[in-house]
């Protein structure tokens, strides 16, 4: 994607901004069935009055002439002088399009008052992007989403194309860092179209461990499996390193630990599908920690899958395993490594042929223009056959000399 000027990001918020102004207030009003003009002309609050007219923002059409509209604003503001919905109002009524001076006098002094009056601070996120202020605008968005969690469904869409810009990557790491609401959640939700990831890594790095553990432990996981899946290798192995207990060996090995058999980690961490017929289990602790496998006649699968991340070369794996019962005969357990999205690098002999428990398999290739790889423990038993069950431990990758 090509990368955005600092000014091109600026007017996108403020398009942003712009398209979001009707939305939010119309939602919000569910259509309000008054004659306005006669609701300003009756005696009583004009507090009430105030909050009836901010109820037909986004319906211009439904509201009364500016001139009356103005005068109940001016007439709550003798009494309250720090109104915010008034001053609201008379951001509104001033240009309901948000875009004139005279709305951002009334806005600006609204948006002091409170933070939470979402015309005005929209108003002002234009009035921002239109200065080329991005990290301004950016501000102003943050308070409407702090005081209005479900704008995120209409903005986040919108504003994930500014990721493209290395001036709004920088401001949403910074809102990242100061723990906002909603950064971490729009980072997830950009993560969800592949083209956006490697922006979306870019941001976690900028932020880095400053980001509230709670925050990168909870989204972190299917952060790594976003960046994984979008083929940003690179960003997977730096987002996994921030979870909390996370480090980038985990995509380089595919050792058995309680951390490595710890689904918040996402890709990183092994993955455990089951059938009717075969399955996989982690069994023990600490450095007795294993993979227990069960599989019935008629099974056909994938018990164990790892991705990893391993450089080109020479490498040789090795594994402890335990037989619960005697290998039948058309009982076949296998690992198999492969290219993702490509062919099979190596796939090990019958695992329940060997003698004895520990084994060193011969050595095998990772090619170049191989990035990212899946090892995968695939059990088949003949329909029919007795059942079987054993356990791994101690699995190890080693690189290999080339003399082997």
Known sequence: MARLSFRTTAV???????????????????????????????????????????????QPDKGPPKAAAMAVARERLRDEPLDGDALNLMAYVSDPTGRSAETRKYAD??????????????????????????????????????????????????????LAS???????????????PWAMDFLLFSSGEPQFSPFVSDVLRRSGTAVPERQRALLGGPLVTRAFEAADYAGARDIVALVPGGSKALFTSPALSERSLDTRYGAASWSLPSSAA???????????????????????????????????????????????????????????????????IWISPNLLAGEGTKRTFAPFTVPSGCPAQRLELRTDVVFGQPSIDFTVRNLALKRASAAN
């Open 278 to 344: 075969g399955s996989a289990s982690a069994t023990g602790k600490g450095a007795d920690v294993g993979l227990s496998v069960y599989a019935t006649g008629g099974a056909h699968d994938v018990v164990a899958i790892k991705n990893l991340l391993l450089a080109p070369g020479r490498y040789a794996m090795s594994h402890a395993l335990v037989a619960g019962m005697n290998a039948a005969e058309g009982a076949d357990a296998r690992w198999r490594l492969s290219c993702i999205g490509r062919s099979d």
């Open 12 to 58: 996108m918020i403020g398009a942003i901004a712009l398209g979001s102004l009707a939305f939010l207030d119309a939602a919000r009003a569910s259509m309000v069935e008054i004659n306005p003009s006669l609701a300003v002309a009756l005696p009583g609050s004009e507090d009430a009055q105030v909050r009836l007219l901010s109820a037909l923002m986004g």
């Open 109 to 162: 002094l609204a948006t002091q008052v409170s933070k939470r009056q979402i015309f005005s601070q929209l108003a002002m996120t234009y009035g921002a992007a239109s200065a080329n202020d991005t990290v301004a605008a950016l501000d102003r968005f943050d308070a409407v989403l702090r005081s209005r969690p479900d704008a995120g469904a209409l903005f986040f869409p919108r504003l994930r194309p500014a």
């Open 166 to 180: 290395p001036e709004m990557r920088a401001a949403i790491a910074g809102l990242a860092r100061d723990d906002s």
